[in-house]
């Protein structure tokens, strides 16, 4: 059973959330068993500017890889502190990340089935930052960690603003890094930033062997997009030296707005619109670029690990 018809009223309270999970873990996912050559994919998806769709981006993307793409996907909401993917489904998921966090309750007490193949983890408001967790509060992270691993073939985590040691972490724990700007020279200054920011925290081999992608948001044409697009490879491989790759762009839609005010989902609301379609292409371009990538990077790696457990592992600095 699905939580949530995207209706604003929906309030998930403690027992719905741990029941529906528990049907909805058990009965509607297969094991990762059941299905044939799967991998999970992390995929973080980072911006520096806030404001610039990344939320919403995420949210969509999800629900269509899942939904239209057949893949089950889990839906993590990383801005810590000020997390609101839940708003933008209209749940009140009082439990949340930062209940997990902080030892009280675990995993599969609070993720939610939003969708027949789509799970989100709501991000907490209850801590501020990733270091003031007390990891020794978790004990049993790992076995509970690995039950979502089996479940799962991508996770999305949609990180916050900035460039807070959080974000680069998110970004640096996942296979994938998706940058999203729009067409402005702030967003694309600030897109830059953050690359430049990954390199000095993380080093720049570390960097490359990430998949780098960036799609560019709320164009008015596409000619607008493609003169961003353009900027920012051209500045990224002159002063940093890498090249992450355009993936698409999604015009400006006043329907986004719309959305978030009805609390549902454009892809829910509008699965026809220009802005819907561009979203699919994104998403065809993402799945298809993993296929040959992803075990590269698993090879490279030895990534034995569910991307649950690497993440965690990471988070705990393991
Ligand atoms: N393609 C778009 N066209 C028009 N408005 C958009 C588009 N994408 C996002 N928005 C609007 O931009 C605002 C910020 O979006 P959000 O996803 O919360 O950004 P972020 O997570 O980067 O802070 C929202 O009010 C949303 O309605
Ligand atoms: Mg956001």
Redesign the pocket.
């Known amino acids: 059973m699905v939580v949530g018809n995207f209706s604003p009223l929906f309030d998930a309270s403690a027992s719905l959330q741990a029941q529906e999970l528990k049907s909805a873990m058990e009965e509607v996912l297969p094991k990762r068993a059941e299905y044939s050559c799967r991998k999970t994919k992390s995929i973080a998806v980072v ?1 520096g ?11 969509n993307l999800a629900l269509l890889l899942g939904d239209k793409f057949d893949k089950p996907t889990t839906l993590l909401d990383a ?1 810590i502190g000020m997390a ?1 993917l839940d708003v ?1 489904l209209g749940l009140n998921a009082r439990l949340n990340l930062s209940h997990v966090l902080n030892g009280d309750l675990k995993l599969r007490d609070v993720i939610l089935p939003i969708s027949k193949r789509v799970w989100f983890l709501p991000g907490g408001s209850g801590i501020s930052r990733l270091n003031e967790v007390d990891w020794e509060m978790c004990p049993d992270w790992i076995d509970e960690i690995s039950m979502f691993d089996e479940r799962v073939d991508i996770i999305i985590a ?1 990180t ?2 900035g460039i807070s040691r959080d974000v680069l972490f998110f970004a640096m724990a996942s296979d994938t890094i998706i940058l ?1 700007t729009t067409p402005e020279p702030t967003a694309l200054k600030d897109a830059y930033g953050l690359l430049k920011s990954l390199i000095v925290l993380y080093g720049r081999q570390t960097l490359l062997e990430k998949e780098l992608l960036f799609v560019v ?3 008015r044409s596409k000619q607008e997009a493609f003169a961003a697009a353009d900027r920012l490879m051209k500045v990224s491989a002159k002063f940093l030296n890498i090249k992450p790759r355009y993936i698409g762009y ?8 719309d ?2 005010k009805s609390k549902c989902p454009i892809v829910k609301m509008h699965p026809k619109s220009p ?1 819907v379609r561009s979203m699919e292409v994104i998403a065809r371009r993402i799945l298809g670029s993993s296929e040959g990538d992803v075990s590269e990077t698993f090879a490279k790696h030895n990534l034995s690990l569910g991307v649950f457990q690497r993440l965690f592992q990471r988070l705990k600095g393991v």
Do not use: E, Y
Request: hydrophobic share 50%; proline share 3%.
């Open positions: 911006s500017k806030g404001g610039v769709g990344k939320s919403n981006f995420a949210l801005d609101n933008l949609d916050g603003a999203v948001n709320m164009a999604l015009p400006f839609d006043i329907r986004v707005a959305a978030v802005i």
